[in-house]
């Protein structure tokens, strides 16, 4: 085969519409991959705006539970601390009888002394009440969905590539 200069320069004509044409195609990638990218963090920023906000009614959640369990807590606690300290003076005014009184003041005390200590001796109401408010857990079930299959929450991606066929 003879080579002219005709030929040449078609070829280098050929050449350089070739190398236009890769040039359009990779700019016209690059265009497609920025726009990608920020339907990605797009996709991602909203993701992470309805985790925090899920994330807050949770904390919400558990903050109001904290403080109606606790409040049932502390209630209870000192109603029991009442109930030990009205005891423990009925007990101190108890020692204070016996070691300080006669013989027919102890007898006539004895009587009232034995109905208080009846009446301090019921403990059905504060009993009822701790076994009413029995034994709390707090759990946390977290979902899998997402760190199992982060693909169908966030998507993914693919990279399709179409021959046309043509020669250029």
Request: some cysteine; hydrophobic content about 40%.
């Amino acid at each position: 085969m003879m080579w002219s200069p005709v030929g040449i320069t078609s070829g280098v004509e050929k050449c350089r519409e070739m190398l236009e044409h890769m040039e359009k195609e990779k700019k016209d990638f690059i265009e497609q991959l920025e726009k990608t990218e920020c339907k990605i963090n797009e996709k991602a920023e909203q993701l992470k705006q309805m985790i925090d906000a899920h994330r807050e009614v949770m904390i919400n959640e558990l903050s109001s539970m904290k403080q109606k369990r606790i409040g049932e807590i502390e209630s209870l606690r000192e109603e029991i601390e009442r109930q030990l300290l009205t005891m423990e003076r009925y007990k101190k005014c108890v020692d204070e009888v016996r070691q300080t009184g006669t013989a027919w003041f102890i007898a006539r005390a004895a009587s009232g002394l034995h109905d208080i200590a009846d009446k301090l001796l019921m403990f059905d109401a504060i009993e009822r009440t701790l076994a009413d408010m029995g034994h709390a857990d707090i759990m946390f079930t977290s979902s899998e969905y997402v760190t199992d299959d982060v693909n169908k929450t966030l998507g993914h991606l693919c990279l399709s590539v179409v021959k046309t066929g043509e020669s250029i």
